[in-house]
Nanobody, 124 residues
């Protein structure tokens, strides 16, 4: 079973940048699609970004397109989320998720394992 550990969250002013990391244990990481989701207080968990096993075909939610970038380093068993031009509405707990398939999905239920989450708070 693959385990995921997120890091890189914190407090940032609007307009700033943060990079989240998600380190995976286990030998199947490089063949799994990965995604990032977020959950704001009082809201449901929502899709942010996803990437296929090879690093191709990134997908983004409309709300982050052009500001966030997802990429991975299979040699380091790590997937990243670079977040630029942060807005207060980006405040949420960010979760890394893995899918036992080559290609990614924007659907939460398609992911098989999850990290514990990292808090991102953006002040105005």
């Amino acid at each position: 079973q693959v385990q995921l550990v997120e890091s890189g969250g914190g407090l940032m002013q609007a307009g700033g940048s943060l990079r989240l990391s998600c380190a995976a244990s286990g030998r199947t990481f490089s063949s799994n699609a990965m995604g990032w989701f977020r959950q704001a207080p009082g809201k449901e968990r929502e899709f942010v970004a996803a990437i296929s096993w090879s690093g191709a075909r990134p997908y983004y939610a409309d709300s982050v397109k052009g500001r966030f970038a997802i990429f991975r380093d299979n040699g380091k068993n790590t997937v990243y989320l670079q977040m630029n031009s942060l807005k207060p509405e980006d405040t949420a707990v960010y979760y890394c998720a893995g899918r036992q398939a080559y290609y990614s999905s924007t659907t939460l239920e398609d992911y098989d394992y999850w990290g514990q989450g990292t808090q991102v708070t953006v002040s105005s």
